[in-house]
T-cell receptor, first 112, second 115 residues
Framework: GENVEQHPSTLSVQEGDSAVIKCTYS??????FPWYKQELGKRPQLIIDIRSNVGEKKDQRIAVTLNKTAKHFSLHITETQPEDSAVYFC???????????FGTGTQLKVEL | GAVVSQHPSRVICKSGTSVKIECRSLDFQATTMFWYRQFPKQSLMLMAT?????????EQGVEKDKFLINHASLTLSTLTVTSAHPEDSSFYIC???????????FGSGTRLTVV
């Protein structure tokens, strides 16, 4: 089955700096890659997603890049703010099914 | 957007008892519902997939007789944790394919504590 690895597990940045989180996947048939932000005790919130026919997508301070050849995708957050502090999960959807496989998560802390 | 309502949000039960968690799709029909479990500081792990009108599909290592899933209607899926034990204490979240966009919508989660 699909395996999604996520790095780093923790990330501390200064307010205003950029944050980058990287994920790799194993199933070449995967075709959808969402990123979720989860605050403690809350449901995951979709912040951005990308489909396999696109290499990059941007939404204000958030961007995602996808390299299908290398089977990795990254989340980029620019001009970080304290409210960006949360756990971020990447995920992949295999083309052969409809199950999301989640990465292990990254605890992002934006310090003042 | 599509909303999945999950109840209860928190439940504390005694060891050996059963607990039922409900997920309802509001304003849309969810033929499929995914059930996840999330232990503290860990990722979401898929437990099972329920399909309306048919048996649920369980992931490897998940006990079917312990985690009973019922998807009797197009708007309701339930997860019953039977004979709960402290190690079943976790955050349980349901999710359904979003009919309005490519992606998924999540319930608000249930924090289960077994004492």
């Amino acid at each position: 089955g699909e395996n999604v690895e996520q790095h780093p597990s923790t990330l501390s940045v200064q307010e205003g700096d950029s944050a980058v989180i990287k994920c790799t996947y194993s199933d070449s048939a995967s075709n959808y890659f969402p990123w979720y932000k989860q605050e403690l005790g809350k449901r995951p919130q979709l912040i951005i997603d990308i489909r396999s026919n696109v290499g990059e997508k941007k939404d204000q301070r958030i961007a995602v890049t996808l390299n299908k050849t290398a089977k990795h995708f990254s989340l980029h957050i620019t001009e970080t703010q304290p409210e960006d502090s949360a756990v971020y999960f990447c995920a992949s959807l295999t083309g052969g099914g409809n199950k999301l496989t989640f990465g292990t998560g990254t605890q992002l802390k934006v310090e003042l | 957007g599509a909303v999945v309502s999950q109840h209860p949000s928190r439940v504390i039960c005694k060891s050996g008892t059963s607990v039922k968690i409900e997920c309802r799709s509001l304003d849309f029909q969810a033929t499929t519902m995914f059930w996840y479990r999330q232990f503290p500081k860990q990722s979401l792990m898929l437990m099972a997939t329920s399909n309306e009108g048919s048996k649920a599909t369980y992931e490897q290592g998940v006990e079917k007789d312990k985690f009973l899933i019922n998807h009797a209607s197009l708007t309701l899926s339930t997860l019953t944790v039977t004979s709960a034990h402290p190690e079943d204490s976790s955050f349980y979240i349901c999710s359904a394919p979003d009919p309005g966009r490519y992606g998924y919508t999540f319930g608000s989660g249930t924090r289960l504590t077994v004492v």
